[in-house]
């Protein structure tokens, strides 16, 4: 074989098949790593024999993408695709009427969808691999369909090339015993990319959570920003619930229910008797794809298996219908619904109440129009406040809403007002603003 085809020879180390007792190899890298390549030449090696016609390890296998186009245009006929990477008397003929490979062995190789999970029930395959799982829509059904259709021959194998994504199904994946895995950052195939295409994404990403994603090929378990997280969680496990004062259980209903309706989240969580500013969360009962009998149910039974207090439920979306369902279950629970107070679109006027531990609660106030959040991205300037600054202003980051420019009456009866406060010392300052100028998008000055 002429050397351009001899893969072991022009390989990278990530690129190269592990030894050992693996059933799933995980390629992880950037882009431009050289994942579509390694694919495609592993399922050379494992079809093709010592001599064009000479069968090899596998016979039949399956090539698995998002979309059928991806795994024709990008995992076939792709620049790094097995047509190219193939030899002229061993590349295999495309049947486009049966979605199929065949090498002139007579090994074949036929491409599926995510989107159809489905379409891997029936068949039967010795070797299989799969592009991109990480952005797989329907990535654990297509992964758990496959499972069952890597049946033939004595050792089945599957080869998954995939910039990592935060996704259950690659982290499921990367956990199990049976997996092998080889990394690569986008720069250790620098070689065979533009450098200007080097220069502009690191310059653009470097150092940040996509580039880290994207570029470096490490999978970030973490949101940035996110208020909950997993290290962070751990640390707060108690191994013995303390002695709690109330015991509820919250509700948080889907709008539908049907197999792919949203979660109903279920916890039970409780106050601590000695600490009433804290609580634990000690148990969640959350199902999804249930109908409503079935979540209110689950509800139902651990409001008794907790002797909880009460039963909270939010009802933003399914309002008074909530209550009805929960009480065809028992119609005797304790029950009280709540409404979400923040919102995206803005819900329309919220009211503010408060209550003690078992009274109702009793409205303060009615919040009528929707605030208006920022982050200050320039340092206030000392100033005593006896007269107006007219210094360089300051510039502000908007979450939502919008700032506008007012008149000097306007500014001297009581407009545009605003609180900064400081995080760390709690301390929090009122301004006037006359003008407010776009300056970008959400910042203005």
């Not at 001599?51 to 076939?76: F, K, N, Y």
Request: with cysteine.
């Amino acid at each position: 074989m002429a050397l351009p085809f001899l893969f072991e020879f022009w390989a990278m180390d990530h690129q190269l098949r592990p030894d050992g007792d693996w059933r799933s190899w995980v390629i992880l890298g950037g882009r431009g790593a050289g994942n579509t390549r390694a694919g495609a030449e592993w399922v050379r090696a494992m079809v093709e024999g010592p001599r064009p016609l000479d069968g090899g390890r596998a016979s039949r296998v399956a090539l698995v993408a998002e979309t059928l186009d991806q795994a024709r245009d990008v995992m076939i006929f792709g620049d790094s695709g097995i047509m190219a990477c193939s030899p002229p008397d061993r590349r295999p003929k495309w049947e486009a009427t049966k979605k199929r490979l065949i090498w002139p062995n007579g090994a074949t190789a036929q491409i599926f969808s995510a989107h159809d999970p489905e379409g891997l029930r029936g068949p039967q395959f010795d070797a299989a691999w799969c592009d991109e799982l990480a952005k797989w829509r329907n990535g654990q059904d297509t992964w758990d369909m496959l499972q069952f259709a890597l049946r033939l021959g004595d050792d089945p194998r599957v080869c998954v090339t995939t910039t990592p994504r935060s996704v259950d199904v690659l982290k499921t994946l990367l956990a199990s015993p049976s997996t092998v895995m080889t990394h690569a950052p986008t720069s250790a195939n620098r070689a065979n990319l533009a450098a200007s295409f080097l220069a502009e994404v690191n310059a653009r990403y470097a150092g940040t959570r996509l580039g880290q994603q994207e570029l470096d090929g490490v999978l970030i378990d973490a949101v940035d920003g996110a208020l909950w997280r997993d290290p962070d969680l751990a640390q707060l496990t108690v191994d013995t619930c303390p002695e709690l004062a109330r015991v509820v259980v919250a509700v948080d209903p889907p709008v539908t229910g049907h197999a792919r309706s949203d979660s109903c989240g279920i916890i039970v969580a409780g106050i601590l008797a000695h600490d009433p500013t804290r609580a634990v969360v000690i148990a969640d009962y959350s199902v999804q794809g249930t109908s409503p009998l079935v979540w209110a149910q689950v509800a139902i039974d651990a409001y008794h298996t907790h002797n909880a207090d009460r039963l909270i439920a939010e009802v933003n979306q399914g309002g008074d219908l909530v209550e009805t369902v929960i009480r065809q279950v028992d119609p005797n629970v304790s029950y009280r619904a709540i409404r979400a107070s923040r919102g995206n679109p803005w819900p329309g006027a919220v009211a503010v109440s408060s209550n003690d531990i078992d009274t109702d609660p009793v409205q303060n106030l009615l919040v009528t129009q929707r605030g208006i959040l920022g982050k200050i991205k320039t340092d206030l300037t000392p100033h005593s406040g006896a007269y107006p600054d007219m210094g360089r202003g300051v510039e502000v980051d908007i979450q939502s809403g919008a700032l506008q420019s007012i008149s000097q009456g306007a500014l001297e009866n009581g407009g545009n007002l605003a609180a900064i406060g400081v995080p760390e010392t709690q301390h929090w300052e009122i301004i006037q603003f006359k003008w407010a100028e776009l300056i970008a998008p959400n910042r203005y000055r």
